[in-house]
């Protein structure tokens, strides 16, 4: 299908979706039928950004192409991680509206609406994640949905990365998302950058979406540390502002020995998981430290022809 939006369409009733997806042929189609059923009367552009799939993704994303304005699937594997992928969804996005979610999340029906309408009012936005939805019981119950605006480090509110919209122009402006976060936070810091540079973050309590977490306590460990360890790099950014909590190595040190002594919950299944993450992220938090601020921390790595 074509991906250029109709001319004879008002603007501002034309948004773009972009999903960044490596090997997700499994689940996007949960996301794309949520997607293709959504209460917004206006055109609705896909852009499937895919990031480097070795699965049949194409074949997964075919039977829903003629259910949206124009669908497209873009190649973003020139390097990894989600940073590049959604950055490359925003450079081949036709509005100025754009809203990017994950291929394994589902999106409530009034998703694109409520995003909308909140960039009529904002150039960021955020929205609601719930957990009890697509995740078993036993996993759910590790979590509490996030129903207003998160923040970190005593800053900015942020949108989640799965779960936001953006004024394309100011994304562009701004450099996009920066690849030097390997993982995790990269969406914290595009949208204190965005606030920065003079956007305006609305929350959007229509835009649900329902959150896959991560199965197994093995992949929450990791994906804590990684966590953790990114949030260290994005004080690290930061810390110029002088408006940051301050971080403490020691404390830092000492939160992580505490929670190695309680490792004997790693034996029972009943607190395996959660002890996991635990572990991850006291862990994450002094590898963080060690690696970007008792060493030089690596430069931002924005979109092509962007500096911070």
């Not at 409520?114 to 150039?123: A, I, Q, T, V």
């Not at 956007?199 to 929450?220: D, I």
């Not at 607190?271 to 931002?300: D, E, Q």
Request: with cysteine; charged share 20%; glycine share 10%.
């Amino acid at each position: 299908m074509s991906d250029t939006p109709s001319t004879s369409v008002n603007p501002e009733d034309q948004v773009t979706v972009v999903i960044p997806v490596k090997n997700g042929a499994d689940t996007i189609g949960q996301q794309l039928d949520a997607l293709s059923r959504q209460t917004f009367t206006g055109r609705i552009h896909l852009i499937v950004s895919d990031n480097g799939s070795t699965d049949d993704l194409h074949a997964a994303v075919r039977p829903f192409e003629s259910l949206f304005a124009s669908c497209t699937i873009i190649d973003a594997g020139q390097r990894p991680g989600v940073a590049h992928g959604r950055n490359m969804g925003l450079k081949a996005a036709k509005t100025d509206k754009v809203m990017i979610c994950d291929s394994d999340d589902e999106v409530a029906l009034t998703w694109v609406s409520s995003y909308s309408e909140g960039l009529d009012k904002g150039d960021l936005a955020g929205g609601p994640l719930v957990m009890g939805e697509i995740n078993p019981p036993d996993v759910a119950r590790l979590f509490k949905d996030i129903d207003s605006p998160p923040s970190i480090h005593g800053y900015l509110s942020y949108p989640l990365g799965g779960n936001m919209a953006v004024r394309r122009h100011l994304a562009l402006e701004v450099g996009g998302f920066d690849n030097s976060f390997g993982a995790g936070h990269e969406e914290v810091d595009f949208a204190w950058r965005v606030q920065r540079a003079g956007g305006r973050l609305v929350w959007c309590p229509g835009a649900v979406v329902h959150y896959r977490q991560r199965a197994g306590s093995r992949l929450a460990y990791r994906q804590r540390f990684n966590y953790a360890r990114s949030a260290i790099l994005l004080w690290t950014r930061f810390e110029e502002t002088g408006e940051l909590a301050p971080v403490s190595f020691k404390g830092s040190v000492r939160n992580l020995a505490r929670t190695a002594l309680r490792s004997y919950k790693l034996i029972s299944p009943r607190t395996r998981r959660s002890h996991a993450m635990a572990l991850g992220w006291t862990a994450g938090t002094v590898a963080g430290h060690l690696k970007y601020r008792r060493r030089t921390p690596p430069p931002p790595q924005l979109m092509d022809g962007y500096s911070d």
